[in-house]
């Protein structure tokens, strides 16, 4: 084999393997989501016209979120407006912990995911946007950025929902 075809080779292979990366990533991965009203463990995406109020969350190099600690009522829509005021991207992703640890783990091997589910939201620095989220359950729902590190750096957060 002459230098011109391994090299043609060893392009094709890691072609191959960005894309196969890429799609696994681009798609539904381990744990899957929901879309639309599905109803989920921590509730379903809302109806902004629902929305109870508006609670601002900001999300900061420091690695945390302000609030950090939410108090929602069963039932009640919110609409979360998320800022970025840090200098590198963040996100934040609505889950059971369970869920939140099972996606970081994801994240880990493809850290540029790209998230089109109605409880996450990626932000570049200075971006803001939102979250319609209705809470069907009491209990408490977590909040974390799963960008690779900042979960551990604790960028993390909780929401009670209480009863009725």
């Not at 879309?35 to 929305?51: C, L, M, N, R, S």
């Amino acid at each position: 084999m002459n230098q011109t075809h391994r090299s043609l080779c060893q392009f094709c292979v890691i072609t191959a393997l960005a894309l196969s990366g890429a799609a696994l990533a681009a798609g539904n991965h381990a744990g899957g989501h929901s879309h639309g009203d599905d109803e989920t463990a921590i509730g379903k995406p809302g109806v902004v016209a629902k929305a109870a109020r508006t609670i601002t969350v900001t999300m900061s190099d420091n690695m945390h979120y302000t609030p950090s600690n939410i108090q929602v009522k069963q039932g009640e829509t919110v609409r979360f407006i998320v800022k970025n005021a840090g200098q590198i991207k963040h996100e934040l992703s609505l889950g059971t912990q369970k869920e939140l640890l099972e996606h970081l783990e994801q994240m880990k091997k493809f850290p540029d995911m790209e998230h089109d589910e109605p409880s996450k939201i990626t932000l570049a620095p200075g971006k803001q946007g939102e979250i319609i989220w209705q809470f069907t359950k009491s209990g408490t729902v977590n909040f974390a950025c799963l960008m690779p590190g900042h979960y551990e750096a604790g960028m993390k957060g909780t929401i009670k929902v209480g009863r009725k």
